[in-house]
Every structure is written in structure tokens, then in C-alpha cells.
């Protein structure tokens, strides 16, 4: 099967190098954790949490070749090969299909801004083509915070109708949970083999009840199990109650940097905390607020 398992993923953070390039080794690991211990039903590397957009391309490109080589089951992992020349992103592409990586997050082209929809449809399906290869499964990433480029429903349902399976879903990082839904509606969500996937574990049972496939979140990096817990015990629950709590507190800090502090904690590894520039570490001030906030959760939930 081409298509990744739905649930609950995390956007994973990146650990560097001193050097500045990606330790490509910890990262594997880091996922592996993520997928077993973490909580997560699958992972999103080198999407914005884990700051793809820094990345080299020789790093990404060698990315997928050494989760395959490490034998991390691809239908637990989404990769972000988004790129503003349609040739990079076809590149990445390429190289993690080739890798038996179908699944892959693309953001739209995001320096040129405004772009018209006829311009949108044209740098997917040209993405689609030249990969030319069946088991591709693209999810369009739609993050107009960041990226300054949204991607409209009616780009999404032309895509959908004329690459078939290819197009097999959505990441919704807008924050916005009626846009999820729309995207959800407009394509028929998990019943019409479309997977839209909010960025927030807040919205996980209005997502699943609205025909949405999970969520790729930043702060399942440190509370998927929360979320874990939460999805069997129901929206009613303290398990839940406890999942919009985490995700509060990680809203108040600088996402990426916030995660590899915790991740940091967690190994008592210092080096998780390098970012590429131009993100920073959190100052002393929001470790020290962080760690008093995570404090004031309860213990996360042990993996089942």
C-alpha cells in the first residue's frame, strides 16, 4: 500500500550538527522513538517544525536513502519536499519515491506571492507529471502563515480530480478548523480516500468527526502520547482536557525551539537545542517559564 496509515503524527524536529548540517543518524532515531515510544502513529520530517526550508538539499536528498537503508516502515512517514523551483521539488520528490518514500508534505511555490490559481494548479500537476511515477501520493500543504501562499479549495478539488489516488490529501496548518473542514467537505475527507490533517492535537475529535484523518502537529513531538490517550478515552475525557492544556503551553513559546528544549530534557542532550538560522534557542527566561509550565502538567501517558 502507497498511502501513509492515518492517526497521529508529529511534525519532528530537526537535531544539527555543530557544523550546521543535519544529523541525519539522530534524526532516524528520533523518529524511531517518536513512533514508539513518543506516541505517534507516524512522523513528518523536514516539514516547518523541523525546519525544512533551512535544510541543504544534499542533506534532504539524502534522507530518505538512509530511512530506508535503517528500515523505518514508509507508511510512517510523510516527507516534506516542498520547494519554490518546481525542479527542486521534483528532485526531492524523485529521490524519496525512489527510496519506496511515497508519501510526501509539498508546500506551494512561496516567494512569488499572489499567485493565481491557474499558476498553483500548474506547479502541482507539473510536480505530478514529472515525477510520472503511480505510486506518489502527494499532500498539499496549506500553511498561509508562513508560507504567505494559500492553496484554495477549488485548486485542491481540480487536483484531486485529475491525479486520482496521486493527490492523497492535506495538511492544514492555518489554525483555522472550519478550513480544515471545508477542505474535508469539498473533497469528501477519509470516505472520498482524501486525508485532511489539522495541525493541532486541540482539534482531533472535530477533525475525525468532520472526515478528517488525524493531525500532524509541532507539540506531538513532546505530548503525543497525551493525544494518544486521549483518542481512546474520548472527547470527554480527562485525557483530552489534559491534551488542550500541553498544547497551550507549547502555543506560548516559539514552537520548533520549544520542542528541542524538551527533547533536549528528555535525552539530557544540549545539542537538540541548535536551530538554523534564522531561528534561535529560547532565552533563559522561556527555559525557565517552559519548564515550570510542563511542570504544571501531569506526567504524559506511558506508551501502551
Same mark, same amino acid.
Given at each position: 500500500m502507497s498511502k501513509a496509515i492515518r492517526?497521529?503524527?508529529? &511534525?519532528?524536529?530537526?537535531?544539527?550538527?555543530?557544523?550546521?548540517?543535519?544529523?541525519?543518524?539522530k534524526l532516524i532515531?528520533?523518529? !524511531?522513538?517518536?513512533i514508539t515510544d513518543g #506516541?505517534?502513529?507516524?512522523? $513528518?520530517?523536514? #516539514?516547518?517544525? @523541523?525546519?525544512?526550508?533551512?535544510?541543504?538539499? *544534499?542533506?534532504? /536528498?539524502?534522507l530518505p536513502g538512509a530511512f530506508a537503508?535503517?528500515? =523505518?516502515?514508509?507508511?510512517r512517514a510523510i516527507f516534506g519536499t516542498g520547494a519554490c523551483a518546481t525542479g527542486d521539488a521534483v528532485e526531492l520528490t524523485s529521490t524519496a519515491v525512489a527510496a519506496g518514500f511515497t508519501n510526501v508534505l509539498v508546500l506551494p511555490p512561496f516567494y512569488y506571492k499572489n499567485p493565481s490559481d491557474? #499558476? /498553483?494548479?500548474?506547479? %502541482?500537476?507539473?510536480? +505530478?507529471?514529472k515525477v510520472g511515477d503511480d505510486r506518489l501520493r502527494v499532500y498539499l500543504y496549506h500553511f498561509p502563515q508562513m508560507?504567505?501562499?494559500?492553496?484554495? +479549495?477549488?485548486?485542491?478539488?481540480? /487536483?484531486?480530480? &485529475? %491525479?486520482?489516488?496521486v493527490i492523497a490529501g492535506l495538511k492544514d496548518s492555518s489554525g483555522d478548523m472550519s478550513q480544515s473542514l471545508a477542505f474535508a467537505k469539498a473533497t469528501g475527507g477519509v470516505d472520498a480516500d482524501f486525508d485532511v490533517y489539522p495541525s493541532s492535537e486541540a482539534f482531533l475529535f472535530e477533525g475525525l468527526a468532520g472526515a478528517c484523518a488525524g493531525i500532524i502537529s509541532g507539540s506531538? !513531538?513532546? =505530548?503525543?502520547?497525551? $493525544?494518544?490517550?486521549?483518542?481512546?478515552? #474520548?472527547?470527554?475525557?480527562?485525557? =483530552? &482536557? /489534559?491534551?488542550? &492544556?500541553?498544547?497551550a503551553v507549547a502555543s506560548?513559546?516559539?514552537?520548533? $525551539?520549544?520542542?528541542?528544549?524538551?527533547?533536549?530534557?528528555?535525552? @539530557?542532550?544540549?545539542?537538540?537545542? *541548535?536551530?538554523a538560522p534564522p531561528l534561535v534557542p529560547l532565552t533563559a527566561e522561556q527555559r525557565t517559564n517552559l519548564k515550570a509550565d510542563v511542570d504544571g502538567l501531569k506526567a504524559p501517558a506511558p506508551a501502551a
Open positions: 492517526g497521529i503524527y508529529a &511534525a519532528a524536529v530537526s537535531p544539527f550538527r555543530e557544523d550546521g548540517s543535519l544529523d541525519i543518524p532515531a528520533y523518529c !524511531n522513538h517518536l #506516541g505517534c502513529d507516524g512522523v $513528518a520530517p523536514t #516539514g516547518t517544525t @523541523g525546519e525544512g526550508n533551512s535544510i541543504s538539499m *544534499r542533506d534532504r /536528498l539524502a537503508e535503517a528500515g =523505518f516502515d514508509p507508511s491557474e #499558476g /498553483l494548479y500548474a506547479y %502541482f500537476s507539473q510536480l +505530478v507529471e508560507s504567505m501562499t494559500p492553496i484554495p +479549495v477549488d485548486v485542491v478539488v481540480r /487536483l484531486k480530480k &485529475a %491525479f486520482g489516488p506531538t !513531538n513532546a =505530548f503525543a502520547n497525551y $493525544a494518544k490517550q486521549a483518542k481512546s478515552e #474520548g472527547p470527554d475525557s480527562e485525557a =483530552f &482536557a /489534559l491534551v488542550k &492544556a500541553a498544547r506560548k513559546y516559539p514552537l520548533m $525551539a520549544a520542542m528541542k528544549q524538551m527533547e533536549a530534557w528528555r535525552t @539530557g542532550d544540549d545539542s537538540w537545542t *541548535r536551530m
